[in-house]
């Protein structure tokens, strides 16, 4: 079985500040995991991913998460929030057959000016 | 390329209503999505494709069907709507049913259901 564990259904950062999106996972396989990225009344978008090799992962918009096993976490995180970050993210798993992807419930950005 | 496209944007049903959410993807992925997002909720997947003729259900399946009769449709039908299926509902595809593909998404359906 998996599943996704988004800690934080709301997270508020100042300009400039760094933001950290916490995502722990559960899995009998080894995961693929995904960041997706959803803007207001859009799409959900991905930001990067992690299937196998290098741990951490460079993905669009300045993002990066970084796959640590031993602590069953793909956090994202980006150095310097920027006011066009703000947006819901969704953490995402899928096991190597990959007919089905599980989502954490989502954490809302907001960035303060 | 359009990607995935979705039809409505937004529909209003009365209780005990039918209708069909469309689907259409121009990138010939053979797997498609149907999920739906309850706010607080995360996407939930309700049926899923893996190419023309084939569909199997996901997690939350009660009170849809689909069909997939082509590569690039895979429509969604609410029988008897309930105020239960209040939601948004989002159509996704990938390239291989494969963890590591990717799914485009489409922008979405808002339905209400009265």
């Known amino acids: 079985a998996q599943s996704v564990t988004q800690l934080g259904s709301h997270v508020s950062v100042s300009e400039g500040a760094l933001v950290l999106l916490r995502c722990n996972y559960s899995s009998s396989v080894p995961p693929y995991l995904f960041w997706y990225v959803q803007y207001p009344n859009q799409g959900l978008q991905l930001l990067l991913k992690y299937t196998t090799g290098a741990t951490l992962v460079k993905g669009i918009n300045g993002f990066e998460a970084e796959f640590k096993k031993s602590e069953t976490s793909f956090h994202l995180t980006k150095p310097s929030a920027h006011m066009s970050d703000a947006a819901e993210y969704f953490c995402a798993v899928s096991g190597p057959t990959g007919n089905q992807f599980y989502f954490g419930t989502g954490t809302s950005l907001t960035v303060i000016p | 390329n359009a990607g995935v496209t979705q039809t409505p944007k937004f529909r209003i049903l009365k209780i005990g209503q039918s209708m069909t959410l469309q689907c259409t993807q121009d990138?010939?992925?053979?797997?498609m999505y149907w999920y739906r997002q309850d706010p607080g909720m995360g996407l939930k997947l309700i049926y899923y494709?893996?190419?023309?003729?084939?569909?199997d259900k996901g997690e939350v399946p009660n009170g849809y069907n689909v069909s997939r009769s082509t590569t690039e449709d895979f429509p969604l039908r609410l029988e008897l709507a309930a105020p239960s299926q209040t939601s948004v509902y989002f159509c996704?595809?990938?390239?291989?049913?494969?963890?590591?593909?990717?799914?485009?998404f489409g922008p979405g359906t808002r339905l209400t259901v009265l």
């Open positions: 996704a595809s990938s390239s291989l049913g494969q963890g590591a593909n990717e799914q485009f």
């Open positions: 494709s893996v190419g023309a003729g084939i569909t």
């Open positions: 990138m010939n992925h053979n797997y």
